[in-house]
């Protein structure tokens, strides 16, 4: 089945400062790719999501890149805000119904 | 939030105890999913569901059944709980099987002493 890495487990960042948080998948198969917030004690979120045929997509302060050949995508948040405090999780789908999640990255924007 | 409700919240069992949580819908979404979240492993998906009667496996079934006899409601079954089964489970519902938003129950707290 589908492996996903995620990296780091945990980051730390000023208010202000952007945060990038990493992803592999191992499955070549996998062409959609979300990204999930979730807060402390809340059910996750889709944040944005981006599909095999496009290299990047960006909606306001976040942006994720993908590199199909490397089999690697990203997140990066630009300009964070303490609201943006969270765990955030990548997925990778291979077909349908499946979707496969990263560990998660418990990121921390100081105020 | 989409009209996704679990039950129960929180439920404390004991081992060998069978248990059923349940999930059910208000948005009329053909799929379901039932997915457990535990540290260090994120979400693994137990079993799935693309219809009524109709279901599959996930990535983590062993243990696990379930039942969808409407469109509205997923059951999970433990049919012997074991304390490796400790989690918080989450139902999501989607609209499309492929590439789609996953919108998430507030998500069921298992304790198996």
């Known amino acids: 089945g589908e492996n996903v890495e995620q990296h780091p487990s945990t980051l730390s960042v000023q208010e202000g400062d952007s945060a990038v948080i990493k992803c592999t998948y191992s499955?070549?198969?996998?062409?959609?790719f979300p990204w999930y917030k979730q807060e402390l004690g809340k059910r996750p979120q889709l944040i944005i999501d981006?599909?095999?045929?496009?290299g990047e997509k960006k909606d306001q302060r976040i942006a994720v890149t993908l590199n199909k050949t490397a089999k690697h995508f990203s997140l990066h948040i630009t300009e964070t805000q303490p609201e943006d405090s969270a765990v955030y999780f990548c997925?990778?789908?291979?077909?349908?119904?499946?979707?496969?999640f990263g560990t998660g990255t418990r990121l921390t924007v100081i105020p | 939030d989409a009209g996704i409700t679990q039950s129960p919240r929180h439920k404390v069992t004991e081992t060998g105890t069978p248990v059923t949580l349940r999930c059910h819908q208000t948005?009329?979404?053909?799929?379901m999913y039932w997915y457990r979240q535990d540290p260090g492993h994120g979400l693994r998906l137990i079993h799935y569901?693309?219809?009524?009667?109709?279901?599959d496996k996930g990535e983590v079934s062993d243990g696990y059944s379930v039942s969808r006899s409407k469109t509205e409601d997923f059951l999970l079954t433990l049919e012997s709980a074991t304390s490796s089964q400790t989690s918080v489970y989450f139902c999501?519902?989607?609209?499309?099987?492929?590439?789609?938003?996953?919108?998430f129950g507030e998500g069921s707290r298992l304790t198996v002493l």
């Open positions: 999501a519902i989607s609209e499309t099987s492929e590439g789609g938003e996953l919108f």
């Open positions: 499955d070549s198969a996998s062409n959609y």
């Open positions: 981006i599909r095999s045929n496009v």
């Open positions: 997925a990778a789908s291979p077909r349908a119904n499946n979707l496969f």
């Open positions: 948005e009329n979404h053909r799929y």
């Open positions: 569901s693309y219809g009524v009667k109709d279901t």
